[in-house]
């Protein structure tokens, strides 16, 4: 069997801004379709600099990148990135704050309200479509953001801590729901992370990166089966893959 090209892929990718200090050094990372990798490591490391680079929002320094067969900038329209913030606009309902890329990109009226409907519905807020954000809980809105890069049908999703301002019960529910949503749409998925437990449950691989400058120090294989259930946090297995990374981790700290 011939190997699967991959669909994001670094080669000696070197990052910095001016004459600055290299922010990420000899990045070789590799991605296959329906891969979901999480990149952990300390702050200041350059894993929100990864998925910039990978969506075109900041050019590499040196080394290459080649995102979907093409340039991050040429392969924006199969991707949609989902940040932190909800970014929702507080003036626009969940559904019009959903339909909003689509609008920009000149789909008709028609078009990106069924799209969105549809997409509101698969993360559970058909009951919600007219509230503004005020009305929505911090998970809720997060919702809409997910639904709002769904509407897109995005080969590729770029999530920047997304459920890092959650609680634990919501961010842990909010992984099944992905995890979930994840087994309907197939998208492949690059997700930035500070919590080892997090990154563990949703990846089949995740990336230790180590800081100053920003590198990739190792990785961990997860070979749990999709869908993945609520009980696996509680296996001896998931605990073993978390004490793996966690001592990675502790390598990084050791060496920085």
């Keep these: ?7 994001v892929k670094f080669s000696s990718l070197k990052k910095r801004y001016g004459a ?15 891969d979901f990798v999480s990149l952990i490591g300390p702050s200041g490391c350059g894993k929100s600099t990864v998925l910039k680079l990978i969506s075109g929002l900041s050019p590499g320094t040196e080394g290459g990148l080649e995102v979907l067969g093409t340039t991050p900038k040429q392969a924006r329209d199969r991707q949609a990135f989902i940040f932190q913030d909800a970014t929702l606009l507080p003036w626009l309902t969940a559904q019009r704050n959903a339909e909003l890329p689509l609008r920009l990109r000149g789909a008709a009226a028609p078009e990106r309200a069924a799209k969105a409907r549809a997409m509101l519905d698969l993360v559970g807020l058909a009951g919600a479509r007219d509230y503004y954000p005020r009305q929505l809980s911090g998970g809720m809105k997060m919702r809409v953001s997910i639904a709002r890069a769904l509407t897109l049908s995005p080969q590729l999703l770029l999530l920047d801590e997304p459920f890092g301002a959650l609680d634990e019960m919501t961010r842990n529910r909010l992984n099944e729901e992905l995890l979930a949503l994840r087994e309907r749409s197939r998208f492949t998925a690059l997700f930035v992370t500070h919590s080892v437990s997090e990154a563990v449950f949703l990846s089949n691989r995740v990336v230790v990166m180590a800081a100053n400058p920003g590198r990739e120090h190792g990785e961990v294989r997860v070979d749990f089966p999709y869908p ?28 920085s």
């Design 1 to 7: 069997m011939e190997p699967v090209a991959p669909i």
């Design 20 to 34: 600055g200090p290299w922010i990420l050094e000899d990045i070789n990372l590799a991605v296959t379709a329906d």
């Design 228 to 255: 993945r259930p609520a009980a696996l946090r509680g296996s001896p297995e998931f605990l073993a893959k978390v004490n793996e990374v966690t001592q990675l981790l502790h390598q990084v700290e050791a060496t």
